[in-house]
């Protein structure tokens, strides 16, 4: 697993604090585990962008003050409008200790329904695991390449080690699906006369004859 270091600035907690900083164009954070009082810091979104732009895990040394703290990030929050990063958890990692948290997929291989036409649909981005600090994977790898049109993989169909899967074994993950066919409008054959014009009236004359024939 890629390490990544990050030197987070202490700051005070509170919703008007964290209001504070993200004025000040820093993201608020909160470092839990470790059986101690969660620890409040603030980093800048550069330094973020990392752990945040990546479809890979990251384990973390974390300095704050004088402390260093072996961490993950647990989850990120985003602005909804301009979403810019407005809030970051993270997780302290104890050797021997099982922690859980969300590891990205990836997909990887095109598959025998895509080469026939198909269009893959992809369900998932992420699991939810449970595993041991020295387990963590970067990511977990999905290969689609047996799948054919119609065919679901489901998390179930998932197989990583000594990693538990917490995601519901039913949950789908990626579906080959036929190619959507778009229907043409028919064509309507247009009745004409001798001479090459279209013939008026005729459809008329033959709805209101018929009309007649049911009124009889």
Do not use: W
Request: with cysteine; aromatic share 4%.
């Amino acid at each position: 697993m890629n390490i990544l270091k990050l030197e987070g600035r202490t700051r005070t907690a509170g919703k008007k604090a964290s209001r504070e900083v993200r004025q000040s164009g820093n993201v608020p954070c909160v470092l839990y585990g470790r059986s101690q009082e969660p620890i409040h810091f603030q980093l800048a979104p550069l330094e973020m962008r990392d752990l945040i732009y990546t479809d890979e895990m990251h384990r973390i040394e974390l300095s704050v003050g004088k402390e260093s703290y072996d961490c993950v990030m647990r989850s990120v929050d985003f602005h909804p409008i301009s979403d810019h990063p407005i809030h970051a958890d993270f997780l302290a990692l104890q050797e021997g200790q099982k922690l859980k948290l969300s590891v990205p997929i990836q997909y990887t291989g095109k598959s025998v329904g895509q080469l026939a036409g198909g269009d893959v649909e992809f369900l998932l981005n992420e699991l939810e695991i449970q595993c041991l600090p020295k387990d963590i994977p970067d990511h977990i790898e999905v290969d689609v390449t047996h799948m054919e049109i119609g065919d679901t993989m489901h998390v179930s169909d998932l197989e990583i080690g000594e990693i538990e899967i917490l995601t519901p074994d039913r949950q789908s993950l990626v579906t080959v699906v036929a190619p959507r066919v778009e229907e043409e409008p028919e064509e309507v054959e247009e009745l004409v006369g001798e001479d090459g014009e279209p013939l008026e009236g005729e459809e008329s004359t033959e709805e209101e004859s018929e009309t007649e024939e049911a009124a009889s």
